[in-house]
T-cell receptor
Framework: GENVEQHPSTLSVQEGDSAVIKCTYSDSASNYFPWYKQELGKRPQLIIDIRSNVGEKKDQRIAVTLNKTAKHFSLHITETQPEDSAVYFCAARMDSSYKLIFGSGTRLLVRP | EAGVAQSPRYKIIEKRQSVAFWCNPISGHATLYWYQQILGQGPKLLIQFQNNGVVDDSQLPKDRFSAERLKGVDSTLKIQPAKLEDSAVYLC??????????????FGEGSWLTVV
């Protein structure tokens, strides 16, 4: 069935280093891949998304890459800052059902 | 722009009791979603409305959960009777529509439910 796997579940980096979070999806018909950031006790907020007709998208320190052949996509955060500490969720939209399926989340800790 | 409004923010009930959560989506958004987020997990879709019609409720435990969006605007999610495993954050979300791929989904702050 529809499934999105996310790794790692926790990630600790030093301030200024880069962080990479990876997701794989099961439905090859998926065509939309958003990333959400959720701070403790807050709502998930969209930080970046990518559609299947592009391989990479960048927004300041955040970038997302998509490999349709391998059915995986990744979030890259460069020059991490303490305020980047949060839980990050990837998601994939399955064309077969139009549902947005979320990964299990990655807790990112940026150490000052 | 006003966001997705939810109430109550927090609720503690005993098992077998009932609870209801209310959601008001962003103005003009035709699609409304209820997600369940158990601690340490990603949000799981319970039900999706397009205006006042149900698009998908395949993951809704219909023996105890119900939801409605009678006038196609605000929505209520009810749990009766509640079980311990229903303890979670119930996130309401909305988007302009669901038929166009890439339509951004906006989340509310969530209603935190603890069943004791």
């Amino acid at each position: 069935g529809e499934n999105v796997e996310q790794h790692p579940s926790t990630l600790s980096v030093q301030e200024g280093d880069s962080a990479v979070i990876k997701c794989t999806y099961s439905d090859s018909a998926s065509n939309y891949f958003p990333w959400y950031k959720q701070e403790l006790g807050k709502r998930p907020q969209l930080i970046i998304d990518i559609r299947s007709n592009v391989g990479e998208k960048k927004d300041q320190r955040i970038a997302v890459t998509l490999n349709k052949t391998a059915k995986h996509f990744s979030l890259h955060i460069t020059e991490t800052q303490p305020e980047d500490s949060a839980v990050y969720f990837c998601a994939a939209r399955m064309d077969s059902s139009y549902k947005l399926i979320f990964g299990s989340g990655t807790r990112l800790l940026v150490r000052p | 722009e006003a966001g997705v409004a939810q109430s109550p923010r927090y609720k503690i009930i005993e098992k077998r009791q009932s609870v209801a959560f209310w959601c008001n989506p962003i103005s003009g958004h035709a699609t409304l979603y209820w997600y369940q987020q158990i601690l340490g997990q990603g949000p799981k879709l319970l039900i999706q409305f397009q205006n006042n019609g149900v698009v998908d409720d395949s993951q809704l435990p219909k023996d105890r959960f119900s939801a409605e969006r009678l006038k196609g605007v605000d929505s209520t999610l009810k749990i009766q009777p509640a079980k311990l495993e229903d303890s979670a954050v119930y996130l309401c979300a909305s988007s302009l529509t669901w038929t166009v791929s890439g339509n951004t989904i906006y989340f509310g702050e969530g209603s935190w439910l603890t069943v004791v």
